[in-house]
């Protein structure tokens, strides 16, 4: 069982930034596949960002490339997603995932946080 609580969220104006930080529980950390959705008012999760269980690969969507990082911390047993140049369409409540696993994921994972809001604001 791994347990994930989010924090970084909050109000901030168009193109400022916010750094999200997902904290992990267990030991095994390190073998766990990391990812970052997104859900806004009306609209389907859709996954924001992802890392591989090395760090060595990532994934981006479209929307938020050059803007957000995925970084991961396995001392710290935490993944934090930096996000720049925010847009008022970043706006969600932001869910971090994960899954053990090798494989860079996109999908499936198994354990979830309970979000964090973040708001921008134009």
């Known amino acids: 069982q791994v347990q994930l609580v989010e924090s970084g969220g909050g109000l901030v104006q168009a193109g400022g930034s916010l750094r999200l930080s997902c904290a992990a529980s267990g030991r095994t950390f390190t073998t766990y596949a990391m990812g970052w959705f997104r859900q806004a008012p009306g609209k389907e999760r859709e996954l924001v960002a992802a890392i591989s269980w090395t760090g060595r690969r990532s994934y981006y969507t479209d929307s938020v490339k050059g803007r957000f990082t995925l970084s991961r911390d396995d001392a710290k047993n935490t993944v934090y997603l930096q996000m720049n140049s925010l847009k008022p369409e970043d706006t969600a409540v932001y869910y971090c995932?994960?899954?053990?696993?090798?494989?860079?994921?996109?999908?499936?994972?198994?354990?979830w946080g309970q979000g964090t809001q973040v708001t921008v604001s134009s």
């Open positions: 995932a994960a899954k053990r696993t090798e494989v860079l994921l996109t999908q499936g994972y198994d354990y």
